[in-house]
């Protein structure tokens, strides 16, 4: 799964980043609750393609953090790193983080790479849901 920077590149190549609220496992969500949050992150990337940048960012960004707040230990990691990218790239959108000339090497760093490849599969096998 990679994010885009909006309106820097189509977020429909939402297909890497989530770290914050996220609680990684320690909560008791039931398996519909985290496949009803993946599908919100699915349909999020997906509508991304025919929505306004920003507001398509904006709902992955809130679909992200669902998500973080009940991802399974499994994946409790992968969410956070996810959301932490995202909320990076948000803050730098908006201005309240300064971007530098690393922030690309963001997008395409292999720990958030290997995140969302991991949270991809296991929605996948838990939910039957196809990420991006």
Known sequence: MRI???GVVSI???VTVISLGGRGGDNQASTDEV????????????ESETTDPTESFDALLAALEDFAAVAPSEVGADAATLLEGAKRMSDQASGEEEANDED???????EYERAG???EAY?????GISIG
């Open 117 to 119: 490849d991991r949270v």
């Open 123 to 127: 929605a996948k096998k838990t939910c």
């Open 35 to 46: 496949c009803d949050s993946l599908r919100a992150v699915a349909t999020a990337i997906d």
């Open 104 to 110: 690309p090497a963001l997008l395409e760093d292999e």
């Open 4 to 6: 885009t920077k909006p």
């Open 12 to 14: 429909a190549a939402l």
